[in-house]
């Protein structure tokens, strides 16, 4: 688990093809890494990594074919910035949400717009991902914990402050950048809650509909 808050800012060494997937070398800049063993887990992008070799410098890990298909790894070359994380502890202090790590699908920016010293993100997210964004709700950008501002349809808004823009990747985003999503988990708990005895039953997608919720109570008429 994670909590959004980047710790450091690091960069791609290598992306090496092994045995059908690919080994990422990171270096990790000012990240701590005395208290990291082999089998620790870092987030490298909001991406949940397995440290398997710890150089010195940064670490390795591998990445899975499945996690290479589902997020936006595969845009990653030797010198990429990437935003770093180490897995939070029991006083680890909570100054986001909680973050699993495990991306929920690849977003891309529409729109960057200067505001005073803010800069705004216009995203576009997966439609599947629409209903779990909600306005002042959380959601995690490339590991980032971020608060949404806006929402309209499969796009979200965020205002993003000059101390984030210096500490995180977000000060280079342009147009056309695909970025690692991951909403906020309760709200997919609750979707499976709703659901209740129907959770057990096959489906090919969410059965939560407004026809559902008002059916169930959850919706005044």
Same mark, same amino acid.
């Given at each position: 688990m994670f909590t959004g808050i980047i710790e450091s800012i690091g960069s791609i060494r290598a992306m090496t093809p092994k045995g059908g997937d690919v080994r990422v070398h990171v270096? #990790?800049?000012?990240? $701590? *890494?005395?208290? /990291?063993?082999?089998?620790?887990?870092? %987030?490298? +992008?909001? /991406?949940? *990594? #397995?440290?398997?070799?710890?150089?010195? +410098?940064?670490?390795?890990?591998d990445v899975s074919r499945e996690t290479l298909d589902c997020t936006a790894m595969n845009d990653l070359k030797s010198g990429s910035p990437v935003n770093l994380e180490k897995a939070l502890t029991p006083t680890t =202090? !909570?100054?986001?949400?909680? /973050?699993?790590?495990? /991306? $929920?699908?690849?977003?891309?920016?529409?729109? =960057?717009?200067? +505001?005073? =010293? &803010?800069?705004?993100f216009r995203i576009r997210a997966p439609k599947e991902l629409a209903k779990y964004i909600a306005h002042k709700g959380s959601i995690t950008v490339d590991g980032t914990s971020l608060?949404? +501002? &806006?929402? $309209?349809? %499969?796009?979200?808004?965020? #205002?993003?402050?000059?101390?984030?823009?210096?500490?995180?990747?977000?000060?280079?985003?342009?147009p056309g950048r695909r970025v690692n999503l991951e909403v906020d988990l309760l709200a997919r708990y !609750?979707?499976?809650? *709703? !659901?209740? $005895?129907?959770?057990?039953e096959p489906t090919a997608g969410s059965t939560i509909t407004e026809s559902f919720l008002a059916a169930n109570g959850y919706l005044k008429s």
């Open positions: 270096e #990790t800049g000012k990240l $701590d *890494l005395s208290d /990291v063993k082999l089998g620790d887990s870092i %987030a490298v +992008n909001g /991406v949940c *990594l #397995t440290a398997v070799e710890l150089p010195g +410098n940064g670490f390795a890990a =202090r !909570l100054g986001g949400h909680l /973050v699993s790590g495990h /991306v $929920d699908g690849v977003g891309e920016v529409v729109t =960057r717009t200067d +505001n005073a =010293r &803010a800069v705004e608060t949404v +501002n &806006a929402v $309209d349809g %499969a796009e979200f808004l965020l #205002t993003i402050i000059p101390h984030t823009l210096s500490e995180t990747i977000m000060a280079s985003y342009q !609750l979707e499976r809650l *709703l !659901l209740g $005895d129907k959770a057990a």
